[in-house]
């Protein structure tokens, strides 16, 4: 188990060597906005307190780079692909309304909502068939690419980060039994890493990360615990070029 190092002793640490002249940021201040838009995972779901979500911490992350960043988080709970695109542009227009300065960064975090209602199922007594999941995969990629032109038209500039989703069976390992019908969950990631291709935009690939550690998991729940909201914040970290607090072994 690891936790990360609080912020009060980084920025201790940075003055010290600073000789209390400067502050440990690397950028001069400006206002800019964090934005982070998804299904459970982005809204932190099951994070214990919401500060240990992976979004509040890749935003305190970020802050230690870049001064006067704002958490806009728009993740929904049980929120799946169809709910984050009818709401996407109203969350745009509210980024704009904040008057926090431009969406610089963004994560876009959606699909385990998806893989536990029509795409597929974990316990159900009638799964969807290899056909219909298929199907559904293709329609889940194409409403994916327009979230995501929608974002790049907001800000064409704007740092975006997509999630890979994990696999709560963890190869057998996990706590849920599998998912079905089985490849699925491949295809939905396929679908992501293609999205994120095809627009020049980045992958934190959390399925990868997660693979072989169940531990990452709520005890019997496709939910991250608070440790494996750290591991996708230091993914989404990586891939916006910010170094994370340091962890010590607890």
Same mark, same amino acid.
């Given at each position: 188990?690891?936790?990360?190092?609080?912020?009060?002793?980084?920025?201790?640490?940075?003055?010290?060597?600073?000789?209390?002249?400067?502050?440990?940021?690397?950028? =001069?201040?400006?206002?800019?906005?964090?934005?982070?838009?998804?299904?459970?995972?982005?809204?932190?779901?099951?994070?214990?307190?919401?500060?240990?979500?992976?979004?509040?911490?890749?935003? $305190?992350?970020?802050?230690?780079?870049?001064?006067?960043?704002?958490?806009?988080?728009?993740?929904?709970?049980?929120?799946?692909?169809?709910?984050?695109? $009818?709401?996407?542009?109203?969350?745009?227009?509210?980024?704009?309304?904040?008057?926090?300065?431009?969406?610089?960064?963004?994560?876009?975090?959606?699909?385990?909502?998806?893989?536990?209602?029509?795409?597929?199922?974990?316990? !159900?007594?009638?799964?969807?068939?290899?056909?219909?999941?298929?199907?559904?995969?293709?329609?889940?990629?194409?409403?994916?690419?327009? !979230?995501?032109?929608?974002?790049?038209?907001?800000?064409?500039? !704007?740092?975006?980060?997509?999630?890979?989703?994990?696999?709560?069976?963890? $190869? $057998?390992?996990?706590?849920?039994?599998?998912?079905?019908?089985?490849?699925?969950?491949?295809?939905? /990631?396929?679908?992501?890493?293609?999205?994120?291709?095809?627009?020049?935009?980045?992958?934190?690939?959390?399925?990868? =990360?997660?693979?072989?550690?169940?531990?990452?998991?709520?005890?019997?729940?496709?939910?991250? /615990?608070?440790?494996?909201?750290?591991?996708? =914040?230091?993914?989404?970290?990586?891939?916006?070029?910010?170094?994370?607090?340091?962890?010590?072994?607890?």
């Amino acid at each position: 188990m690891k936790m990360r190092i609080g912020s009060i002793l980084l920025l201790t640490i940075a003055l010290i060597g600073a000789g209390c002249g400067t502050l440990p940021y690397r950028h =001069a201040p400006k206002d800019t906005v964090f934005g982070v838009f998804g299904d459970c995972y982005a809204a932190g779901a099951k994070a214990m307190p919401l500060s240990d979500s992976f979004a509040s911490l890749t935003a $305190g992350d970020l802050d230690e780079y870049y001064p006067h960043i704002t958490l806009l988080n728009y993740g929904q709970g049980g929120g799946t692909i169809d709910s984050v695109k $009818g709401s996407l542009q109203t969350d745009l227009d509210k980024v704009t309304q904040a008057h926090k300065g431009p969406m610089e960064r963004a994560v876009l975090n959606v699909g385990i909502g998806d893989l536990q209602s029509s795409c597929a199922c974990i316990v !159900c007594d009638h799964p969807p068939t290899l056909e219909q999941g298929m199907a559904c995969a293709a329609a889940y990629k194409s409403k994916l690419q327009t !979230c995501v032109e929608a974002i790049l038209k907001f800000n064409p500039h !704007c740092d975006l980060v997509l999630c890979t989703i994990p696999d709560p069976n963890n $190869g $057998g390992k996990g706590i849920c039994l599998p998912m079905k019908p089985a490849g699925i969950l491949q295809e939905f /990631n396929k679908s992501i890493r293609e999205v994120a291709a095809a627009n020049n935009v980045k992958v934190a690939d959390v399925y990868t =990360a997660f693979m072989g550690h169940p531990e990452y998991f709520v005890n019997g729940d496709v939910h991250p /615990n608070n440790l494996g909201h750290s591991v996708i =914040a230091s993914l989404v970290d990586a891939q916006f070029g910010v170094t994370p607090p340091e962890k010590t072994a607890k």
